[in-house]
């Protein structure tokens, strides 16, 4: 097995455990962003026409 | 016949997260539970036929409600950032397919990219931190309220899929509407036009939300490899509408995954790989 095979190895090997971290922390998030009421917050934004986004201001 | 499958996976999303005709048939949104959830591109929840909210919206709505912080929105990016990575801007943003529909008007001069591409791909990084986040959390009006700046003042998405369809259908609307939608309107034709004879114009040098998973693409689930059967030939670099050079970087931040470069390749020297799945080992 050559350096340059090796060190892709590794490579992927620290990318599978960033992508595990990234998506762990993305379900963390939004668990947190459920507890705070975010999700509400964005419900009640979401139900009424937004003025500023269709250009009415 | 991936190309095929692209476009009808890009118009079933987009029917699929835009799917309350009645929205569209009474010019009012649908105010149900699913609009709490965000889907993965560019789909203000405005627009009429809207069933989930805009992610980067949602993190406006939150910033702009005085947080400093927003856990939900950005958990979402995270989540299907890790995932997808730009996958999402090529198979499932609704804007993308109007622009790769455009694209395919005949015009006599098209070309992959604007003059100053080098330079012009990193302003959606500006106006990530400076129109999604920054001015929405700082800059206050009279009355002390402040302003989802990007949804105002730039989201092409939002006026072709909200503005448009909601102030045709509401004379109140249509008395309403000043200065700031003749601005959207222009801004929206302007895009359109350009996408015609350039490809992808917003999602290479405007787009926030493309800004966020170009991060996640050399992470993401969904990767690219090139065997060390690639002869450097060029080929990928020269399918590929993003003007990557695939073969050097087959995750590139720019990168939306259309497949382009695995079907020009000569020798199959492209080939798609999940994060997970390991390489085969040598005998």
């Known amino acids: 097995m050559n350096k340059g095979r090796k060190t892709n190895m590794a490579g992927a090997g620290y990318r599978r455990w960033l992508w595990a971290l990234l998506l762990a922390a993305g379900i963390c998030f939004l668990g947190i962003g459920i507890w705070r009421g975010e999700a509400q917050t964005v419900w009640i934004k979401a139900i009424y026409i937004c003025l500023e986004c269709i250009g009415i201001g | 016949?991936?190309?095929?499958?692209?476009?009808?996976?890009?118009?079933?999303?987009?029917?699929?997260?835009?799917?309350?005709?009645?929205?569209?048939?009474?010019?009012?949104?649908?105010?149900?539970?699913?609009?709490?959830?965000?889907?993965?591109?560019?789909?203000?929840?405005?627009?009429?036929?809207?069933?989930?909210?805009?992610?980067?919206?949602?993190?406006?709505?939150?910033?702009?409600?005085?947080?400093?912080?927003?856990?939900?929105?950005?958990?979402?990016?995270?989540?299907?950032?890790?995932?997808?990575?730009?996958?999402?801007?090529?198979?499932?943003?609704?804007?993308?397919?109007?622009?790769?529909l455009l694209y395919k008007i005949l015009f006599p001069r098209k070309r992959k990219n604007l003059p100053g591409h080098q330079w012009l791909v990193r302003v959606k990084y500006l106006v990530l931190v400076i129109l999604v986040i920054l001015l929405p959390m700082v800059v206050t009006g009279e009355f002390g309220q402040r302003s989802p700046w990007f949804c105002q003042y730039l989201c092409p998405s939002g006026t072709l899929m909200a503005g448009l369809p909601l102030v045709a259908s509401s004379p109140a609307l249509q008395e309403a509407a000043g200065f700031l939608f003749d601005w959207k309107v222009a801004l929206l034709l302007l895009l359109l036009l350009l996408a015609i004879g350039v490809y992808r114009p917003f999602c290479k040098y405007l787009c926030p939300l493309g800004a966020v998973y170009s991060f996640f693409n050399s992470v993401a689930c969904y990767q690219y490899r090139v065997e060390d059967t690639c002869i450097q030939c060029g080929k990928c670099q020269e399918a590929c509408k993003m003007d990557i050079r695939t073969w050097k970087q087959p995750n590139s931040p720019e990168c939306i995954r259309c497949?382009?470069?695995?079907?020009?390749?000569?020798?199959?020297?492209?080939?798609?790989?999940?994060?997970?799945?390991?390489r085969k080992k040598e005998e």
């Open chain 2, 1 to 100: 016949m991936g190309k095929r499958i692209r476009f009808w996976v890009q118009i079933a999303f987009t029917a699929l997260t835009n799917g309350y005709i009645f929205g569209f048939l009474t010019g009012k949104i649908y105010t149900g539970p699913t609009k709490t959830i965000c889907v993965p591109g560019l789909n203000c929840y405005s627009c009429p036929g809207a069933l989930g909210s805009c992610p980067i919206g949602a993190l406006q709505a939150v910033l702009t409600g005085g947080s400093r912080f927003s856990f939900y929105a950005v958990g979402f990016l995270l989540l299907f950032g890790s995932l997808f990575g730009r996958f999402i801007c090529g198979w499932l943003c609704p804007f993308g397919l109007a622009q790769d």
């Open chain 2, 259 to 278: 497949g382009d470069c695995i079907r020009a390749c000569p020798v199959q020297a492209i080939q798609k790989e999940p994060l997970f799945r390991g």
